[in-house]
């Protein structure tokens, strides 16, 4: 390998560090404990070592130790070839086609081993590079450590920790910006998310995640190269957008995209609404994805649809309200703005089918929950989207609607008959059982409403 790893050093280092002259930290003057990593990712580590391989703990693992978070995941990087990862443990399958990449398989735990690879202008996940031939993937192409580092994104992903020496290896300046709490792009970055918008949103994502601040030079670009992410296939964005507000820091995201004007881009007509100073929506939106943080961070489940009908409730709303105005009964006209507001989001980041239909059933019930007393009322205790219905009810009266009664009222009916009731803990409800069962009760139902 041509990279020289002699030199103990830690000074202060230049911005920029020259290639092939990484900061290495050794194990007296760093926080990474073996303890603190997991048991599998270190078995195998050692096994890669001791069969006279480099082995490294890379990415997210390292920089969520360094920064005192508990990391998600361990992933490890090495110079041996994925068949050469095979031969070495018999839990190991290979997959992907464009990368190859090797799983050792512990158990429902999984530690992903990579070869060193090159930058060729690709991103990690499949997005815009395609070979004609189909063969010969130069994203494939085995590279050094050091051309392993400077493909990543940013530099606080591109820290190695060493099993061999217990030290941490920084070529991109990575401990200098953790220091300052900064996230920047490694290269140029009008070049690096030009290969892949998706970074623009990686970086408002770990801003969020990791308290940090976008430095300057890589924020500046994106409001040039932010369309870009109109390029990107819906469901990767989709991917993203669960990374974004699915992970404990949907607050700080959803400030993160603002600030760097990208929600645009995920949800146009919530970011419409939000500019157009909609405090109602705004406040909705606060206290949706509080909500949210506040579950992941007591364990409790959370759902997409339920994100999704939040983000675009303003669409939801002005449509059911025109059609309504126009002279259509309530319930076909939410069901009318449903539609349209979930045909319209496909441009943006689509929403899978499992939890389009969920999310269209929280709007549609809220002219029924805002209507409905006496015997119609009953039947929709039966509703199994009733609990998620009603939550987004009383977030409409946390965020400032005048609701207080008809919430209680609900809550009051639902309480008095548990049993018809879903809980309130599952807003994502197991699909099939419950869908097969909503199904058959809202065909008998529905001629009624
Ligand atoms: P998280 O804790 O959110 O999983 P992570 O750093 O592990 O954060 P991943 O998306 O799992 O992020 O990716 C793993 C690593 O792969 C990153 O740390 C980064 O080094 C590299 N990587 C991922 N996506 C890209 C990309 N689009 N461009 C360049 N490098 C990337
Ligand atoms: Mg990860």
Redesign the pocket.
């Known amino acids: 390998m041509p990279h020289s790893e002699a030199s103990p050093v830690v000074e202060t280092a230049p911005t920029e560090r020259e290639p092939g002259n990484p900061r290495i930290v050794p194990r007296s003057e760093h926080c990474i404990s073996r303890s603190n990593i997991d048991s599998h990712a270190l078995k195998v580590l050692y096994r890669l070592h001791k069969a006279g391989y480099q082995a490294y703990l890379?990415?997210?693992?390292v920089?969520?130790l360094l920064i005192g978070l508990q990391?998600?995941?361990f992933?490890v990087a090495t110079d041996a070839t994925p068949e050469e990862v095979r031969a070495l443990f018999r839990n190991c399958r290979l997959i992907g086609r464009r990368f190859r990449l090797a799983h050792v398989v512990f158990g429902r735990k999984v530690v992903e081993v990579a070869t060193f690879r090159a930058n060729h202008g690709g991103?990690?996940?499949g997005a815009g590079e395609v070979h004609a031939d189909g063969r010969i993937l130069r994203d494939n192409v085995f590279g050094t450590i050091e051309d392993d580092a400077f493909?990543?994104?940013?530099t606080v992903?591109?820290l190695y920790y060493d099993i061999g020496r217990f030290a941490l290896v920084d070529y991109t300046g990575a401990l200098e910006d953790i220091e300052a709490r900064r996230l920047r792009l490694i290269g140029d970055p009008a070049v690096?998310y030009r290969?892949?918008p998706?970074?623009m949103l990686?970086a408002a994502?770990?801003a969020a995640?990791l308290g940090f601040e976008v430095d300057p030079a890589s924020a500046e670009p994106m409001a040039e190269l932010g369309p870009l992410l109109a390029d990107v296939p819906p469901a990767r964005l989709f991917e993203e957008v669960l990374?974004l507000f699915q992970?404990g820091h949907a607050v700080a995201s959803l400030e993160q995209l603002r600030r760097h004007d990208l929600l645009q881009y995920l949800f146009p007509r919530a970011d419409r609404a939000l500019k157009s100073g909609d405090s109602g929506f705004e406040a909705l939106l606060r206290c949706a994805l509080a909500n949210t943080d506040r579950r992941i961070a007591e364990d409790r489940p959370v759902t997409p649809a339920f994100v999704y009908a939040v983000f675009l409730w303003p669409h939801v709303r002005a449509v059911a309200a025109e059609q309504v105005e126009a002279g259509e009964p309530p319930v076909p006209a939410w069901q009318h703005a449903a539609s349209e507001a979930l045909d319209a989001q496909q441009a943006a980041t689509a929403l899978p089918k499992r939890f389009a239909g969920p999310a269209r059933e929280i709007w549609t019930l809220q002219p029924k929950l805002e209507r409905y007393t006496g015997k119609r009322a009953r039947r929709l205790l039966g509703h199994p989207r009733l609990r998620a219905g009603w939550d987004f009810l009383c977030l409409r009266r946390d965020s400032g609607e005048d609701l207080d009664a008809l919430c209680e009222q609900w809550r009051q009916w639902m309480e008095a008959e548990p049993e018809r009731a879903a809980p309130s803990e599952a807003p994502a409800p197991r699909k099939r059982r419950r869908r097969r069962g909503g199904r058959r009760r809202r065909g008998g139902g529905g001629g009624n409403e």
Do not use: I, Q
Not at 58 to 61: H, Y
């Open positions: 890379v990415g997210g693992g920089r969520d990391p998600k995941d992933d991103e990690d996940d493909r990543r994104d940013f992903n591109a690096r290969e892949d998706v970074r990686r994502r770990f995640k990374k992970s």
